[in-house]
């Protein structure tokens, strides 16, 4: 089976408040952007999103875009850029680094064709990826909720529409080859006792590990990365008692060079379906702080909705 999907971006001012979107059909899309952003990273984060999404599913993806950058960089300039460190012909630096190399990953063992559309010219996926890539840009403009839609749907919910799974467990990640991947990586078991190694990630695992993730340096300083985790509505009562909401705590993070955070996962509690309270004490340069996360699942992802930090005593 191939699943045909296309993946589209968009950036009002290119750069200014930024989408992106890929769509299959009515219930299977998602869609995110940034408060400034330019097209080309909008293009870059629809596939890197469509890809990351469907990393469990077992099928063959083609990918229409309308944007020859995105075509070319994967199938002509990427191998050469790695080869030159991430750097092009004449010796300057590869813009978009950090995405272009979370795509490579991400395309690490799939099975996937890239077709060029022409954009606005009524292709159906084509028009429906970039009008909710616009619609997000537009809400960064305008401070209006940012419609994410509902990503891929679980087996559950793929059995409900009536097309069965395809899933499968998803190949082993390749191992960090240099300190740029292994800044980005964390041992998905640290924890756990050996007999459950192996057992399948129950929703509280992979919300406390969500939670590691979203402290790890490289993720805070990613902007991209950070959209994705925390939910379009999220909210944050810091350690010293400031309301924070998503798009400032994103800037702010964006201005500062983030330190490393340690964590030590108290507990997790289902409060509801689809709703997961995880406590934790973290330790950092400031001190000792225990905190509340309250994680929400939206379509087949989970998203950091609240957050409050209080200083240990």
């Not at 419609?147 to 097309?163: K, S």
């Not at 490393?260 to 997790?268: N, Q, R």
């Not at 000792?288 to 087949?300: E, F, K, M, P």
């Amino acid at each position: 089976m191939t699943i045909v999907a296309a993946a589209d971006g968009s950036a009002l001012g290119n750069p200014g408040p930024a989408g992106w979107a890929w769509y299959v059909d009515d219930d299977r899309w998602s869609a995110g952007g940034w408060p400034h952003g330019t097209n080309n990273q909008g293009e870059l984060m629809a596939v890197i999103d469509l890809l990351e999404s469907t990393a469990h599913v077992d099928d063959d993806l083609r990918i229409l875009c309308d944007s020859q950058y995105v075509i070319n960089a994967v199938t002509k300039w990427m191998a050469g850029w790695k080869r030159k460190g991430w750097r092009k012909a004449d010796g300057a630096p590869v813009l978009n680094r950090e995405l272009l190399e979370r795509l490579d990953r991400a395309l690490h063992g799939r099975s996937y064709t890239f077709e060029w559309v022409k954009g606005h010219a009524g292709h159906e996926l084509n028009e429906a990826a970039d009008q909710r890539a616009r619609a997000v840009a537009t809400a960064y403009q305008k401070g209006d909720p940012i419609p994410i839609g509902p990503g891929w749907p679980n087996a559950a919910e793929e059995a409900a529409l009536g097309r069965g799974s395809s899933a499968a467990a998803p190949a082993p990640a390749p191992a960090p080859t240099g300190t740029d991947d292994a800044a980005l990586e964390f041992d998905l078991f640290d924890g756990l006792p050996p007999e459950e190694i192996g057992r399948p990630e129950s929703e509280e695992a992979l919300v406390a590990r969500l939670e590691r993730e979203l402290l790890e340096p490289a993720v805070r300083s990613d902007a991209s990365r950070l959209a994705e985790l925390l939910h379009p509505d999220f909210e944050e009562i810091g350690r010293s008692g400031r309301l924070w909401g998503r798009d400032a705590l994103i800037q702010a993070l964006g201005d500062e060079r983030p330190s490393a955070v340690g964590i030590e996962v108290l507990g997790t509690e289902r409060v509801a379906d689809g709703v997961i309270l995880l406590t934790a004490r973290t330790s950092d340069d400031r001190g000792d702080s225990l905190r509340s996360s309250l994680w929400v699942r939206t379509g087949s992802r989970w998203r950091l909705r609240f957050h409050q930090g209080t200083p240990e005593a």
